[in-house]
């Protein structure tokens, strides 16, 4: 494909998402149809889907589209501004030649850009941005309109950080240590074909975000079983089991646990998925990754900020209380439960614990912890409560 039918296609899928399309599956669709594309013209059309939608309010107005919501947006408008953003002649792929999109014309932006668009977010959430983060509140939304580092996960069980780094370097990939935790490994953005490697195959390191990674190195030693009570993929799961802790998944939609013992086959772990984890309870520990609005991983999930409402950050909030008032319920006094959060939304983190805390006396926080996108990380929470009775 050339440079042009490659932004034509991603016209045509950015088109779909801002109409409410989801953009992994919308991907997904179109790659599934373009069996001419390779791998390279695949890898293109993502990059150039997810760099609009980590900029999609400054590029659309970039592009002259004004300032409108996602689903009046124009995807050519959008992607023309990017490339002009960028320091790029959008004339240069708009030529209308082949598969390359039509000419387009572009007016002169000279007013202001407003709070919003110029970090790329909906206006409604800066307060809470704001509440959360204070003064790093731009500096933590500016870093989250560029792409993430690929991050990987030394499997502690059958190879060291550094040992990794050294094949990895030898295989052809540049690595380095990442300084959040223990096992962490950064490769740089756009890294390509490391799932295809000997190395994922024989099972020496997974993808996780460093910053996820912390969250399990912040958990305490426990001898007795876990449970990760919304394990979904499996990805906190395995970091345990990695170290030689005795991990038992579940999740309110065992369909999302589909591909843990094929992960764990291949990381040389056990990991026993459980339905009904009150029928063995108590459990040592007790991980509450909960469902949430993903606000800190944003920059790999960038349509994720575009869709989330009002009503919706509500709706979490509440979930998240009912899952935490479940994991307390399955820890032993003397045990811990770890309410973990992908988000940097107050309302998502140290509310719900107030939340549920509040009308508790048998259990405590322990330890607070979050990261940001200035730590190299996405944005996490973790707060590690103890039950006292």
């Not at 997904?28 to 900029?55: C, E, M, N, P, Q």
């Not at 079983?225 to 395995?238: N, Q």
């Not at 459990?283 to 909960?290: K, P, R, S």
């Not at 989330?308 to 899952?323: K, M, N, S, W, Y």
């Amino acid at each position: 494909m050339t440079p042009g039918a490659r932004l034509q296609a991603a016209i045509d899928v950015l088109d779909r998402v801002l109409r409410g399309g989801a953009a992994e599956r919308e991907l997904t669709v179109w790659a599934r149809g373009a069996r001419y594309a390779g791998s390279k013209d695949r890898a293109a059309v993502r990059d150039h889907v997810f760099d609009a939608l980590r900029r999609l309010r400054s590029a659309n107005r970039a592009g002259g589209g004004g300032d409108v919501p996602p689903d009046e947006m124009d995807a050519r408008v959008v992607l023309a501004g990017l490339l002009r953003d960028r320091g790029e002649d959008p004339a240069a792929f708009f030529t209308g030649e082949g598969h390359a999109p039509a000419a387009i014309s572009l007016s002169k932006v000279a007013d202001e850009a407003p709070e919003g668009v110029r970090l790329d977010v909906p206006d409604w959430v800066l307060p809470h941005f704001g509440a959360a983060l204070g003064a790093k509140r731009d500096a933590v939304l500016g870093a989250m309109r560029d792409r993430a580092d690929v991050v990987l996960r030394a499997n502690a069980g059958r190879i060291t950080r550094d040992d990794l780094i050294v094949a990895l370097q030898a295989a052809g990939w540049e690595a380095r240590r990442h300084s959040l935790a223990r096992c962490a490994i950064r490769v740089p953005s756009g890294a390509r074909g490391l799932a295809a490697s000997p190395l994922f195959r024989d099972g020496l390191f997974e993808f996780q975000d460093a910053g996820s990674q912390a969250l399990v190195d912040a958990l305490p030693p426990t001898p007795g079983p876990i449970l990760d009570l919304c394990a979904g993929g499996g990805g906190k799961a395995l970091a345990l089991a990695a170290k030689g802790a005795r991990v038992l998944a579940h999740d309110a939609d065992p369909r999302r646990m589909k591909d843990i013992p094929g992960r764990a086959a291949r990381a040389g772990v056990t990991i026993e998925r459980i339905e009904t984890p009150e029928a063995i309870a108590p459990f040592d520990g007790v991980i509450a990754d909960v469902p949430c609005s993903g606000s800190g991983a944003w920059r790999r999930t960038p349509d994720a900020k575009w869709r989330l409402t009002p009503e919706r950050l509500a709706e979490l909030a509440d979930l998240q209380v009912g899952i935490l008032d479940r994991a307390l319920a399955l820890a032993r006094p003397g045990g811990w439960v770890a309410y973990m959060t992908c988000s940097m939304f107050e309302e998502e983190n140290a509310a719900v614990v107030a939340r549920v805390l509040g009308r508790r006396s048998d259990a405590k926080v322990a330890r607070i912890w979050s990261c940001t996108p200035l730590d190299d990380a996405d944005g996490f929470g973790l707060h590690l409560i103890e039950r006292t009775a």
